[in-house]
Every structure is written in structure tokens, then in C-alpha cells.
């Protein structure tokens, strides 16, 4: 009974010291140098809510917003939470297959975000009238554009993963309960009314279906987005098209420089970096074009404003359009959030800015995927549209 009584004891003891021993970890880590490197982890990817930090006040203090504040900002602050954050998500991806966050594994590893699969299947419809309404605006907006300022407005349609890979979409989806979405009443309504369309995404589709995406990856297996190589590729179109409108020998992308690598740039693996895994997924093998805008002399840039969703991103934070474009060109970011060449500051836009620019460029372009085309135009489309109807700061 004794012998039985000191094991329990010797267990218990056991139990606790573990137990201090684990609480004491963060601590151990920043002031130890062997945990600090055992333990270190690379800095934590994606967006994470800001944490408010109220001044100290009695009201402050009474309510608990000072504590709870001061407490958030020491979680954040915490050396090891990194190291913590991404084990925590790789026992749950390794043992429960589950990816804590808005993404989902289909078939073979492919991942997609799990809004653009419910927009492929027709759950996020906008609806008929608003569709019809909103391309009629773009219509009159694009035929006044060129009336009074000889400006092309092109409508451009980014891919979407679960359109160009949609045989990899997990199998819980019946692909034969797919109804037509915002994507197929959208671009039959723009063809109706004659409006000028660069479809992408149809385009992308067709080219995963014939390549296999064996020579260059389109849309990679660890991104939402396209690739670095086919955004590149898009931004040739876009230019080539312009300039087939204007006349103009413009500026093309060289496609003789190839660099083949496992190593991802920009957001080619943009869900597998926000999964915050502590083991890399397997990566594919990437194509990136080098020196593709090298043979400019004598050609045209034209000024191009670009308004757009994540997409049109992709393609100004690597800079391929400073590139290729004029220097008047500008990325409208959601259309609120102004981007300028050479400038690193988000400016936000206003009515005056939106002439000014307007009158300048050689086209518009809208460039959104189907999943983004349910807030298609983030306003530019009602508020131009309302403008060019009252004649507001169009004067010649």
C-alpha cells in the first residue's frame, strides 16, 4: 500500500514538474539560446485583425478593454508564438487534414479558396436585373470614353482556380449541380451589348486543358491566384490589344528568358504561405520570365489605368506594367486605393483624381475574377456612370 502510494507521488511529481517546465517554455526560449534556435520559426504569413491599444483611464480599467488590450498585445508579442502558431496548424493539417483557414484541400493537394468554389457552382449569384444594369452603365460609360476622349474601356476577366481546375475540386462537390453564376450571365451580357472583353479565364482553361500545364505552370496547386508567368503573359495581351486599338507598335514581352525553379516567387504559393505550416508543402516547378521587356526603343507605352481586385496586384507588385506601360498608368486597388509608378504610398481617390487620370489614359481596364465580380467595379462603375450622366468635370 505504501509502495503503491510513493508511485503516485513520484507520478504526480513527475506530471507537475513537466507541467512548470512547459509553462516556463516561452520564457526558457528568450532567454536561452539553444531553445531560441531550436525553437525559431519563420515570421507568421497573412492578414491579422490590429489590435486597438486604449490609453489607461479609469473607465478604461473598469470595463477590462486596458487588460484585455495589454494581454492581446503580449499573445502577439510573445517570442515562441510563431513556432507555437505553426505547429498547432501542422498537427491539425498532418493529423486531422484540416486547414485552419478559408481554404480547402481537393484532390491531389490542389488548394482552392473556398469562396471561389461556391462562386463556381452558382451559390453567390447576384442576380439577373442587377447584372443587366450594371453592363448597360459600363456600355454608356465606355462609348462616352471614347466619344469625348477617344479612351478604350476594356472589361478583363481574371481566372479563377476552380473554372481552370475544376476536375482537382475536392469531391464532395457534385460538378453536376453547377448553374450558371455571376461569370456565364455576366459575359453573355457584355458579348450581347458589344462590350470589349479579354476573357482570361476562359482562355487559361483551355490552355490546362490541351498543355497539361507540362511545359508552364498557369495556376499553381499551393496558389489562388494565376502564376507569376501567365499574370506576365496577361499583361502582354492586355498591352497587344490596346495597341491593336490604337495602332500602335507597342512594347511586347520577350519570352526567350526562362528561369525553371522549385523556389516560388510573389504569391505563386500564396495559400500554402498563409496555411503558416512548420513544414513546407511539396512545391511544383515554376517558370518565370527575366529581362521580357529589354526591346522598347521606338515603341509606344501606353497609359493604362487598371482597376481591379487581388489579380491586378499580382501583376503591379512585381512590376510588370512599369514595364510595359506608360508612365501616367496607375492601379486602382479596389478602386478606393490609388497605386502610382516608382510611388510606395496608397493614396485614396477622389472625383478630381478620377478625371484627371481618366482623360490622360489610353484605356481603362477593369480587371476582376468571377468570385470578386459579385462587388464588380467596387463602385467605379455606379459612381463614373452617375459623373459622365451629370457631365461633372468633363468639360472639354
Given at each position: ?30 532567454h536561452?539560446?539553444?531553445l ?6 519563420s515570421?507568421?504569413?497573412g492578414y ?12 478604461n480599467?473598469?470595463?477590462g478593454?486596458f487588460?484585455?488590450?495589454r494581454e492581446?498585445?503580449?499573445k ?26 478559408n ?8 488548394l482552392?479558396?473556398?469562396d ?6 452558382g451559390?453567390r449569384y447576384v ?14 460609360i465606355s462609348?462616352?470614353l471614347?466619344?469625348?476622349?477617344d479612351?478604350e ?14 476536375e ?7 460538378l453536376?449541380q ?5 461569370y456565364?450571365?455576366?459575359l453573355a ?15 487559361l482553361?483551355a ?8 511545359e ?14 501567365a ?8 498591352t ?6 490604337k ?12 528561369v525553371?525553379t ?10 500554402s ?18 529581362n521580357?521587356?529589354?526591346?522598347t ?10 482597376i ?5 496586384w ?11 506601360w ?13 497605386w502610382i ?5 496608397v493614396?485614396k ?7 484627371t487620370?481618366?482623360k490622360?489614359?489610353d484605356?481603362?481596364v477593369?480587371?476582376?475574377t ?6 464588380w467595379?467596387s463602385g ?5 456612370y452617375t ?10
Open positions: 500500500m505504501k509502495l503503491k502510494f510513493e508511485k503516485n507521488q513520484v507520478i504526480k511529481g513527475v506530471c507537475l514538474t513537466l507541467l512548470v517546465l512547459l509553462l516556463m517554455i516561452p520564457m526558457l526560449k528568450e536561452s539560446p539553444i531560441n534556435r531550436e525553437l525559431n520559426a515570421a507568421l504569413k491579422f485583425e490590429p489590435i486597438e491599444r486604449p490609453a489607461f483611464s479609469l473607465k480599467w473598469w470595463s478593454a487588460q484585455n488590450s492581446e498585445i503580449l502577439r508579442d510573445l517570442g515562441i508564438r510563431s513556432f507555437a502558431f505553426r505547429v498547432n496548424n501542422q498537427l491539425h493539417h498532418a493529423i486531422l487534414k484540416e486547414i485552419r483557414t481554404y480547402i484541400e481537393g484532390k491531389d493537394g490542389y482552392f479558396g473556398k471561389y468554389i461556391e462562386d463556381y457552382m451559390f442576380g439577373d436585373n442587377n447584372m443587366r444594369y450594371q453592363t448597360i452603365q459600363i456600355k454608356y462609348d462616352k471614347k466619344e469625348l476622349f479612351v474601356l476594356i472589361v478583363a476577366i481574371a481566372p479563377s482556380k476552380a473554372y481552370v481546375l475544376k482537382k475540386l475536392p469531391q464532395k462537390y457534385d453536376n453547377k448553374v450558371d453564376g455571376n456565364e450571365i455576366y451580357e457584355l458579348e450581347r451589348l458589344d462590350i470589349k472583353v479579354l476573357d482570361f479565364n476562359k482562355y482553361t490552355q490546362v486543358k490541351e498543355t497539361g500545364e507540362k508552364h505552370i498557369l495556376m499553381p496547386k499551393l496558389g489562388i491566384h494565376w502564376s507569376e508567368y499574370a506576365t503573359l496577361a499583361a502582354d495581351s492586355i497587344n490589344y490596346i495597341g491593336q486599338l495602332e500602335k507598335d507597342v512594347v511586347r514581352v520577350n519570352q526567350d528568358e526562362i525553371k522549385t523556389k516560388s516567387r510573389n504569391q505563386d504559393e500564396d495559400i504561405e498563409s496555411m503558416n505550416l512548420l513544414y513546407p508543402l511539396a512545391s511544383q516547378k515554376y517558370s518565370y520570365l527575366e521580357f521587356a529589354r526591346d526603343i521606338g515603341k509606344y507605352k501606353p497609359n493604362i489605368v487598371l481591379g481586385d487581388s489579380f491586378g499580382t501583376l503591379w507588385s512585381k512590376e510588370i506594367p512599369h514595364k510595359l506608360g508612365e501616367e498608368s496607375l492601379f486602382l486597388y479596389y478602386y478606393y486605393n490609388l509608378p516608382n510611388e510606395h504610398d493614396q481617390t477622389n472625383k478630381e483624381m478620377l478625371v487620370y481618366a490622360k489614359a484605356a481603362i477593369l480587371l476582376y468571377p468570385m470578386t465580380m459579385e462587388s467595379g467605379f462603375i455606379e459612381r463614373f459623373m459622365l450622366k451629370k457631365e461633372e468635370g468633363f468639360d472639354e
